[in-house]
């Protein structure tokens, strides 16, 4: 065997956010060896990303370049279909509404690639490197920019007729609620996701009267983090505001276990960041909504992979099934 | 090979609604050698029902008893564990919370049972000898008493951790709606299925001033085959009846396909035979909600079936598979 041979076989994962994205090298064993982040652009050009990414895949691997072998391009995005390998009508972002993002990749590393909707793919990576490899029946949300999610049915990945499977950000909260990136009205994306966060503390101080550290910054300035720090220092507008989350978000999941009756849902992303305060009203809303025959029966886990590692789900799409 | 060899292999197929249980004997190829109907009596006793089946059976069997030979026994019931073999918690029946349904007809007939949910049932039978044969992504929607729903991902009906996967009937409508036999408020099945829109049928006439034909007819008499006839014969309450169903209906199954990118629904059940009247808001409604990537690409159908063959669905339970 010659020394080529001797090389680690490494997956390009590529994780693309709504804000950031996030690129990595990993090993089949789940071995992270190094990663960068830069900002997508979503609201810019495709073309744009495209070379920001060149760029900085180029300086990921200048380090380790005589010492691995990448075999394939593993990656997540929002709205990704699998079958077609474009980002199909991706809400958050400007860059079209079919964007080919699998074939734009593949011609411009020379590298088979593998995608899938960026919270399926988080799926798969908490199937093969998370808290589900014992799971059969499971579905992960990541509550970020938007909702996303990834439905896992006897041990595999639900992708549907057309790839599309597992739009949850999307099923309707109120027909004539919030404005949605997607054109609908009130889809659950605009009220649990750190987006949907911030809109309701919004509402909420217009609505209430109540002192809060929340009124004296501007909507473009508000994060997650920021009401999520203010709730645990007992903030009423931002508790108030995780009660209404978790009351929807708990419904909403109630519904999802009428369709698949699933052994746990594994919540990520940054809103899943405020711990108890976001998961004692989910399950004590989602409990109070459940068919009887549930009742009891169904997890409710934060994922305590750090968002850095969004990659091991883009990375676990090419090495699921070769373990 | 003796005589008995030639006799021919039947299952006996049992279905059992809210209202009526349906039985017959079920060749492998679909053929049906003969069935009967008789009253569930679902708010009497379970011991009740028992005894009325052994009898309808012996009366089934009577004249064929020479020639057929039952291998096993298939069942379709409402809230039936595939697993567990019970009736969990079923809303329209007062048989108790876990009914032992496998284990009391398999003694009582001395033969192997396979047991499903009565939709789950409906959705194998439609995979095997109805509508669903050359599709692998479908959900089956019975509009009968109640609202049930069968669910078939990538060719296999999914059943869940718990075996009670597929219970639509009991996603929200409205938190605070009406009351649903099952303890919950605003279910689903409280507005789309024959009961639901005798309920809707009752707040229009409350509501509105229209003459109607529907005006002269009791709660208690009032069936949804009165309502789907004047809604034919132009009747407006019937139609706004029709129209606020399909609404309801279009934008839940709008949240299904949001789960599973199915390829078509399939609707079966006493609503469905209302038609186009009841299709068109359906379809109309869904296509409305539904997320960008899916529009225009999901099918909903009224299944041809009788439901006197609903009993197809609980024998293709034992003989899918073997075909």
């Known amino acids: 065997m010659g020394p080529s041979s001797k090389k680690i076989e490494i997956v390009l994962a590529i994780d693309i956010g709504g804000t950031y994205t996030k690129i990595g090298l ?4 789940g071995t992270i060896r190094g990663k960068r982040v830069f900002s997508t652009g979503s609201k ?3 073309q744009g990303f495209v070379l920001n990414l060149e760029d ?7 380090e380790l370049k005589n010492k691995i072998k990448i075999v394939a391009i593993g990656i997540g995005a929002p709205n990704a279909n699998w079958i077609t390998g474009k980002m199909e009508h991706p809400p958050n972002f400007k860059w079209g509404d079919f964007v080919p993002i699998s074939e734009t ?11 899938a909707n960026d919270a399926n793919a988080a799926a798969v990576g908490e199937q093969t490197y998370g808290m589900a490899k014992e799971m059969k029946h499971f579905v992960v949300l990541t509550l970020g920019t938007g909702l996303g999610s990834g439905i896992v049915v006897d041990g595999k990945l639900v992708t549907g007729a057309n790839g599309m499977a597992g739009e949850l950000g999307h099923v ?6 919030r404005s949605c990136n ?3 009205k009130g889809c659950l994306e605009t009220y649990a996701s750190v987006t949907g966060i911030k809109r309701t503390v919004f509402e909420l ?9 929340l009124r004296g910054i501007s909507y473009d300035s508000m994060t997650g983090e920021i009401i999520s720090e203010q709730a645990l220092m007992g903030d009423v507008i931002a508790l108030k505001a995780f009660e209404i989350t978790g009351k929807i978000l708990g419904s909403k999941i109630a519904d999802t ?24 009203p989910v399950v004590r809303n989602m409990e109070k909504n459940l068919f009887a025959a549930y009742k009891g029966k169904v997890k409710i886990y934060l994922s305590p992979t750090d968002s850095s590692n969004a990659i091991l789900g883009s990375a676990a799409l090419f090495w699921q099934g070769r373990m």
Chains 1, 2 share one sequence.
């Open 205 to 213: 101080l217009a609505e209430l009267k109540e002192d809060s550290f």
């Open 105 to 115: 990749i593949s011609s411009l590393f020379k590298l088979p690639v593998v995608i």
């Open 56 to 62: 900085e895949v180029a300086l990921l691997c200048a």
């Open 44 to 46: 810019h050009s495709f």
């Open 172 to 177: 309707s909260v109120d027909p004539e609620g």
């Open 26 to 29: 990993v090993e089949k064993n």
């Open 182 to 184: 997607c054109g609908l």
């Open 257 to 280: 276990v009428a369709h698949l009756d699933p052994e746990a849902f594994i919540l990520k992303g940054g809103l899943s960041k405020a711990g108890d305060i976001l998961l004692e």
